[in-house]
């Protein structure tokens, strides 16, 4: 880890008030010489008026013991290669699996990295941040301890909320029993019980759509800060491609996955105007040429240089909404790339019976014939995907954005050898009275 020459102090705002507890941090390592330097830059931080509290394990054997008796340790840091070379992975699955504990932000510092590339654990673990010993400053230690403590504590609020819910829940279903008793007796009580029923559950409608808009906040806020990053990746690869042409290859890394997460964003927050109706559509005449030509160059670029075969006849155009069917083709073939791995993905664009068909066929897992009813469920996913990320929203809205446009969207799958999705639009009305959204005719 390296410091300064000067004592580095970090801090978000003074303390006021009543002391606050210190945020009590798991320092995973076998070297003594990481938790004294960890001890020092700790004492120094300051998050919410609250300091930082160091709690020490020398082995991946006495983590687990320190974590199944303080189960709300919010953060940790893990070193990978201590007993044993993969000691700190292991210490990660025991943590998520054994404990269950999917709560605590799990932070790996390594001095090793060529034992534990990043792109395999990070796909692999459930991790929350990958560090070299060699890059961790502490001023980035500071950033990585505050932006774990802030996930951490919205997961908490996020599960106390659930779970406010759910007892709100069994309350609503004892009071309905309760009365239904009473109903065999008294129309009266009928009345009375129908009344209470109608204001509790005009209380969890309330109750679900706050939720509601708290997720939807939190997306939003995600927003700025991913935009930083990806600003100050491109940045690094400006300078990289002069100094360090090596840092490349990493850098294309965080954009790609800085795009995933606003890709995903997106998706949630159009998910979630759609399923409350307050998604307007406005239809005009479309030119899907161009929308297809920057989703396959996006997505090539984003997953290394796929292959992605566009093939269109001569009618390109459609009516539709201009912000909702590239959400729809943008997930098409994100699902075709993510659910396949080396094979090309062909996406077909061709007239037919009036209207035009958006075909998109990959070679990867296909679906399970089981699952295929149910594919576009809202946050359903297939048996054989839990191994892939992946939210189980984008065929959801898929077929309501489709739906809204008149459309059909039909999925014929084989397991292990591929999935073709079809999608049916319509030509524009042939009477001349609309609003042109661009392009060269038909």
């Given at each position: 880890?390296m410091v300064g020459s000067a004592p580095l102090i970090l801090r978000d705002k ?291 240089g796929r292959q992605v075969l566009l093939d269109m006849g001569r009618v390109t ?51 399970p014939l089981a699952d295929q009813p149910r594919v576009f469920e809202r946050f ?63």
């Amino acid at each position: 880890m390296m410091v300064g020459s000067a004592p580095l102090i970090l801090r978000d705002k003074p303390r006021r008030g009543a002391k606050l507890p210190p945020w009590p941090v798991l320092v995973v390592d076998d070297d003594e010489q990481v938790h004294a330097m960890t001890q020092i830059l700790l004492r120094d931080f300051s998050f919410e008026g609250r300091g930082f509290q160091m709690i020490s394990a020398r082995s991946a054997a006495e983590a687990r013991r320190v974590l199944a008796e303080n189960p709300s340790i919010p953060v940790a840091l893990f070193d990978v290669v201590m007993e044993s070379p993969d000691a700190g992975l292991k210490l990660v699955r025991s943590v998520r699996e054994d404990l269950r504990n999917h709560e605590i932000r799990i932070i790996l510092r390594t001095g090793q990295p060529g034992e534990a590339p990043e792109r395999d654990v990070v796909v692999s673990y459930d991790v929350n941040d990958y560090k070299s010993k060699s890059e961790l400053t502490a001023q980035k230690l500071f950033t990585a301890l505050v932006g774990a403590l802030r996930a951490w504590r919205d997961i908490e609020t996020i599960n106390s909320l659930n779970q406010k819910l759910a007892e709100a829940n069994e309350q609503l279903e004892l009071k309905v029993a309760e009365r239904t008793a009473e109903l065999m007796d008294s129309r009266d009580a009928l009345a009375r019980a129908k009344d209470r029923a109608e204001v509790a559950l005009e209380r969890e409608t309330a109750a679900k759509s706050q939720l509601r808009q708290f997720l939807s906040m939190v997306s939003h806020e995600f927003r700025t800060p991913l935009a930083i990053i990806d600003s100050a990746a491109q940045m690094l690869m400006m300078r990289a491609q002069r100094v360090d042409s090596g840092m490349l290859t990493r850098l294309e890394t965080i954009r790609g996955a800085v795009g995933r997460l606003i890709d995903l964003i997106g998706t949630c927050l159009a998910d979630e105007q759609l399923e409350t109706g307050r998604m307007i559509l406005q239809e005009q005449v479309l030119d899907l040429a161009p929308i297809l030509r920057a989703a396959v160059a996006h997505h090539q670029a984003a997953s290394g240089g796929r292959q992605v075969l566009l093939d269109m006849g001569r009618v390109t155009r459609v009516w539709g909404d201009s912000n909702l069917l590239p959400l729809v083709i943008n997930n098409l073939i994100s699902n075709a790339l993510k659910y396949s791995v080396d094979d090309p993905v062909q996406v077909k664009l061709r007239a037919n019976h009036g209207g035009v068909v958006l075909t998109v066929r990959d070679e990867g897992i296909g679906i399970p014939l089981a699952d295929q009813p149910r594919v576009f469920e809202r946050f359903y996913r297939a048996g054989n995907a839990h191994k892939l990320s992946g939210s189980g929203i984008g065929l959801h809205m898929v077929r309501q954005i489709v739906d809204l446009h008149g459309g059909s969207v039909v999925i014929d799958s084989t397991e292990g050898i591929g999935t073709i999705v079809t999608v049916h639009l319509r030509c524009p009305p042939r009477d001349g009275a609309v609003r042109d959204g661009g392009g060269t005719p038909a």
